[in-house]
């Protein structure tokens, strides 16, 4: 389900004087309580338009109960002002700030710093998507890849520092007035490829590779405890079976010394 930070939330003592009222009754009626920022967990599988649309409908019936009366639409749009800070992708969950009324118009200046993301990475494939949504059209052999410490050693410096990144076609960024998942998933496939996506400046400052995931991480709740504990034993079974494997096929010692 969703989940809010109602302590994250920063109020504009001046918002009663120009908040939308209800005319009529003998005291007027708020449109907001409350204007500013929230913070809300977005789950797995929501779109941040699905997040903005359930807090507005919350808001909505909650103005309605406390007697406001006005028109809830002004000029074909919703009246009740709420945005979002930044795309998350659907198959991502973790925290998305929200603008409320005046909060709106603090998105843009509140945002500015770092982020950060964890992932959980299968090697071997290539999807259309680059994620575990799209089809598979490559698959390698990944069998030379035998430690954490070689993708330290080998992947990690390519990431990190100032890098020249060519998004990736369904991704939130916009050519053209448009935003290319939404070239990937409505056109036809040519007018996917033939979509020119220019490079960006940008700036990792820090990647971190572990075969497993912190516990902060797990309590936090971006991700699905249970879930993650239940895969977490299924490569380690996985890796133990195949290390008996190799072990029962590799020759005795006392063959070894007599050749």
Known sequence: GLSTSSSSITTDPSSSSTTPTAAGNKESVPLYLSEGLIAVHKPLTW?????????RNI?????????????????GKPLMKVGHGGTLDPLASGVLVLGIGKGTSKLQS?????????????LGYETTTLDAEGEIVKT????????????????VPKF????????????????????????????????AQDVEIPTRDVEVYKVEVENTLSRNVIESGVVDGKKYKEAVQELEAA?????????????????????
């Open 47 to 55: 779109t941040c338009n699905d997040v903005v649309s359930y807090i």
């Open 59 to 75: 808001l909505t019936r909650d103005a309605q109960s406390r007697g406001f009366e006005g028109k809830m639409r002004k000029r």
């Open 110 to 122: 509140y945002l500015e710093g770092d982020k950060q993301y964890t992932a959980m990475v299968e």
């Open 140 to 155: 390698m052999d990944c069998a030379h890849v035998t430690s954490i410490d070689s993708i330290r050693e080998k992947v």
């Open 160 to 191: 990190t520092g100032k890098i020249q990144q060519v998004p990736p076609l369904y991704s939130a960024i916009r050519v053209d007035g448009k935003r290319l998942y939404e070239i990937a998933r409505n056109g036809d496939e040519k007018d």
């Open 239 to 259: 890796a133990a079976a195949a290390a008996a494997e190799k072990a029962a096929a590799a020759p005795p010692e006392d063959a070894q010394e007599s050749d």
